[in-house]
T-cell receptor, first 109, second 115 residues
Framework: ELKVEQNPLFLSMQEGKNYTIYCNYS?????LYWYRQDPGKSLESLFV?????AVKQEGRLMASLDTKARLSTLHITAAVHDLSATYFC?????????FGAGTRLTVKP | SAVISQKPSRDICQRGTSLTIQCQVD?????MFWYRQQPGQSLTLIAT?????????ESGFVIDKFPISRPNLTFSTLTVSNMSPEDSSIYLC????????????FGQGTRLTVV
């Protein structure tokens, strides 16, 4: 059974600092997704990663995928308050799509 | 891409009753999933809706409580049966398909409150 582990669950950052969110999964994946969710809102798609070594960047967020290690990272560079949200990874594998527990990010001035 | 119409968007139901949620997609899709998201939590997979056959349920979810239909490649329903306040949650359908590109698409969600 596909298992997706995400950490940390909570992350409090100072503005301007860098940090990384980790997403481990248990089986060979077809795709890996990163989403952002603001309170009371729908999921917002950030990245879709397909192949080993894939790296995608959008603004202060960069996602990477290591399929051999079954690990994806979401790196936050020079955090700003607007990045405060909950971030989820999700893995599609063997006709299953499961989500990590989410990382609740708070960026403080 | 895909456009998903999920209905109803919200409902308040009496305990012991049932609610059927519909998910209509504007194109044929291979994979369709139903999730539950409780307040402050992640999305939990309830089941994979299989076209023409019984849904594949995750541990902790059973067909008698959450019957699912998928009569064709564009439509599915999830019923929440014999509801209790613990079933209060947001329910979401999601689709993934080779013809849709790499993205997964989500319905708008059904916010269910059981009183």
């Amino acid at each position: 059974e596909l298992k997706v582990e995400q950490n940390p669950l909570f992350l409090s950052m100072q503005e301007g600092k860098n940090y990384t969110i980790y997403c481990n999964y248990s089986t060979t994946s077809d795709r890996l997704y990163w989403y952002r969710q603001d309170p009371g809102k729908s999921l917002e798609s950030l990245f879709v990663l397909l192949s080993n070594g894939a790296v995608k960047q959008e603004g202060r967020l960069m996602a990477s995928l290591d399929t051999k290690a079954r690990l994806s990272t979401l790196h936050i560079t020079a955090a700003v308050h607007d990045l405060s949200a909950t971030y989820f990874c999700a893995v599609l594998a063997n006709n299953d799509m499961r989500f990590g527990a989410g990382t609740r990010l708070t960026v403080k001035p | 891409s895909a456009v998903i119409s999920q209905k109803p968007s919200r409902d308040i139901c009496q305990r012991g009753t049932s609610l059927t949620i519909q998910c209509q997609v504007d194109s044929q899709v291979t994979m369709m999933f139903w999730y539950r998201q409780q307040p402050g939590q992640s999305l939990t997979l309830i089941a994979t809706a299989n076209q023409g056959s019984e849904a594949t349920y995750e541990s902790g979810f059973v067909i008698d409580k959450f019957p699912i239909s998928r009569p064709n490649l564009t439509f599915s329903t999830l019923t929440v049966s014999n509801m209790s306040p613990e079933d209060s949650s947001i329910y979401l359908c999601s689709v993934v398909g080779t013809g849709l590109g790499l993205e997964a698409f989500f319905g708008q969600g059904t916010r269910l409150t059981v009183v």
